[in-house]
């Protein structure tokens, strides 16, 4: 059974910054690409942010490009989410989710990833 845990979330004020971890156990891990999604009470799970295995081809919802960067480091099995300037409105459960797409594919569609983890709490307080 592949597992993804993500590591790395907790409370945080307005304007700091957290470092997410998406931690796989699949060899495979470093030819599927990984999105981050979140989700906060009541509300849809969105996209946050894609990396591709080829290229590390990168996609970022508007509201967190210049502030949000995705990596990964493929001979740790790992996906991180460096998350800058944060606001209230990020908080929410981060998840991560991988896919085999294609080389450069970077999905923001929920519905094509197969594999998720259970998440980790983002909350932006003062």
């Known amino acids: 059974q592949v597992l993804l845990v993500e590591s790395g979330g907790g409370l945080v004020q307005p304007g700091g910054s957290l470092r997410l971890s998406c931690r796989s156990s699949?060899?495979?891990?470093?030819?599927?690409?990984v999105g981050w999604f979140r989700q906060a009470p009541g509300k849809e799970r969105e996209f946050v942010a894609a990396?591709?295995?080829?290229?590390?081809?990168?996609r970022y919802r508007d509201s967190v490009k210049g502030r949000f960067t995705i990596s990964r480091d493929n001979e740790e099995n790992t996906v991180y989410l460096q998350m800058n300037s944060l606001q209230p409105e990020d908080t929410a459960l981060y998840l991560c989710?991988?896919?085999?797409?294609?080389?450069?594919?970077?999905?923001?569609?929920?519905?094509?990833?197969?594999?998720w983890g259970q998440g980790t709490q983002v909350t932006v307080s003062a």
């Open positions: 989710a991988s896919r085999s797409g294609g080389y450069y594919d970077t999905s923001y569609d929920k519905r094509l990833y197969r594999t």
């Open positions: 699949a060899r495979s891990f470093s030819r599927n690409t």
């Open positions: 990396i591709s295995w080829v290229g590390n081809n990168t």
